[in-house]
């Protein structure tokens, strides 16, 4: 089955080089076909809605699909795609899916490759909504660690040529704060390295719960003269 599908299951390989992609035209050869599977590369997809840019990073074996405009949508919102590392994107158009329509197994494997993305974006959304900086990050890290990542002897390397901007973007925040949440994990021993090459020190775990205490730490009333300032401010009328 397998020789008898390859014969059939070709398709136009399309490349992209660094920097910004205009993917419309290649969007329109797709026509009503299943869209652009990225082979090699990766891509960050940047929704823009009013003066906000949130991130999407597509790897290798993503489909990307053009966006269908709904008539019932009242906000206003603008995608943009670009190449990070040189990619090749693979051109599923109509005729390719008529092609393979007599063996579904390829239909039902696109179809997992679109759910994983759903899968990744609800991850993302999660992570956003944690309150603190620090921690978003380090959710992040690990979350990108667990498909870009590769151990070394210091640790869970994550190489990534993202910014400090982007990463502002994938997590909801503005590049000086992200900056500054990245010396604060580096002086707490947790993640270190340069932009675009990160170590992850320890688990997950420990992140975590290093953050959790530190949080609780902070929100303990102070010591003043043997008391906490919350109980002399109860007592003192």
Not at 167 to 191: F, N, T
């Amino acid at each position: 089955m397998r020789l008898a599908v390859r014969q059939v299951a070709t398709a136009r390989v399309l490349d992209a080089e660094v920097g910004a992609c205009d993917l419309s035209r290649w969007f329109d050869t797709v026509g009503s076909g299943l869209g652009l599977l990225l082979l090699d590369g990766l891509i960050a997809v940047d929704a823009r809605v009013g003066d906000r840019t949130a991130t999407e990073l597509i790897g290798p074996g993503d489909l990307l699909q053009p966006a269908f405009p709904l008539a019932e949508n009242l906000l206003e919102r603008s995608e943009a795609f670009r190449a990070l590392s040189a990619a090749r994107f693979a051109l599923l158009d109509a005729e390719f899916a008529e092609r393979v329509r007599p063996w579904p197994q390829i239909m039902n494997a696109l179809l997992r490759r679109a759910g994983r993305r759903i899968a990744d974006l609800d991850v993302l959304r999660a992570i956003t909504s944690q309150p603190r900086l620090e921690v978003r990050l380090v959710l992040l890290l690990w979350h990108l660690a667990a498909r870009w990542g590769r151990v070394d002897p210091a640790g869970i390397r994550v190489s990534l040529p993202l910014t400090h901007r982007m990463l502002g973007q994938l997590v909801g925040a503005e590049r000086p704060s992200i900056s500054h949440a990245l010396a604060r994990l580096a002086q707490a021993g947790m993640v270190t390295g340069a932009a675009g090459d990160w170590h992850l020190h320890g688990t997950v775990e420990d992140h975590l719960e290093a953050l959790i205490e530190r949080t609780a730490r902070l929100g303990e009333p102070r010591e003043t003269n043997g008391r906490s300032q919350g109980r002399k401010l109860a007592t003192g009328g």
